[in-house]
């Protein structure tokens, strides 16, 4: 698979579009742009072929629709967004360590890049198909992550994988209402009330 590469937000469209060689970062880039400011709904196939810089002809030859075209950027963006906090995860020296650093790195990303984030967290339910099944395959191995809470010292004998749906879930629905409501950029001020909820959900205390 792919490497997408660090992403970030641009100034413009016209920085979105790679100069010289077509480079697929670039293109897996402008994608999630486009949909995260227009809407999956909204966006048009016309816009997105025009501000990847393929043009309409090149991207239905290499798409064929939007939906491909957006779950191939989902599927990039994810996976290095995933390898990102799950790198952050294991520089720590405990569980609960780990999941606050990938809860941090999570929310840094989200505030670097809340269009992009926008894409990949609330606009994939509008896009369903290849994207949404992306997405269930990564939730399901982010609560594999979570449950494994329960093994460790001072976890309530009452957590169970439900219960790490239960935290992943919380954690989602808070980043999509900040990302609707246009407040993308501040999202690291949630990282304390997320920690909270997630240690008493998975531990006896707060830690």
Known sequence: MDALGPLREVRSWEEARPSGELEDPAVREAILLVVGERGYAKATTKEIAARTGLGEDRFHRRFHNKGRAFAWAYDGAVERLYGDVLAACREAGSWRGGFEAALACLLRSVAARPLIAKALLVEVRAARGDAWSKHQEMSERLVDIL??????????ASATTTTAGFVLGAIEESLSIELAAGRGAEVERLLPDLSRLAFLQLFCDEG
């Open 147 to 156: 449950a494994a809470a329960r093994h460790q010292p001072g976890a309530r």
